[in-house]
Nanobody, 132 residues
Framework: EVQLVESGGGSVQAGGSLRLSCTAS???????????MGWYRQAPGHECEPVSI????????NYADTVKGRFAISQDNAANTMSLQMNNLRPEDTAVYYC??????????????????????WGKGTQVTISS
């Protein structure tokens, strides 16, 4: 059974930094056959938004325009973890952040959903709150 567990959320002031980690069990990031691995977020009243995504099919790494230059995604294959370093945080970064892996590349409609093929896996999310 695939399980993803996030850690590292919290509350900081604008301009601060946080590092989120995602620990996986039931599969390995290194040998994953999943198309997509990455971080999503959802703020109250907003849609689920991809923050940083690794596409295993073409090897690309993508960031939302709003976080480019401030966030960085990484993997530690030995520890089977995926991390998101978030610097120069802004109040608009406030959201619940989710670690996810998707069996097939598709537009996520709802954070935490199983996806159109039932092959999306999500952590429970970790709250990030940035105060001005």
């Amino acid at each position: 059974e695939v399980q993803l567990v996030e850690s590292g959320g919290g509350s900081v002031q604008a301009g601060g930094s946080l590092r989120l980690s995602c620990t996986a069990s039931g599969f390995t990031f290194k040998d994953s056959h999943m198309d997509i691995m990455g971080w999503y977020r959802q703020a109250p009243g907003h849609e689920c938004e991809p923050v940083s995504i690794i596409n295993n099919r073409d090897g690309s790494t993508n960031y939302a325009d709003t976080v480019k230059g401030r966030f960085a995604i990484s993997q530690d294959n030995a520890a089977n973890t995926m991390s998101l370093q978030m610097n120069n945080l802004r109040p608009e970064d406030t959201a619940v952040y989710y670690c996810a892996t998707l069996g097939y590349d598709h537009t996520v409609v709802r954070c935490g959903g199983a996806g159109p093929y039932g092959m999306d896996y999500w952590g429970k999310g970790t709250q990030v709150t940035i105060s001005s």
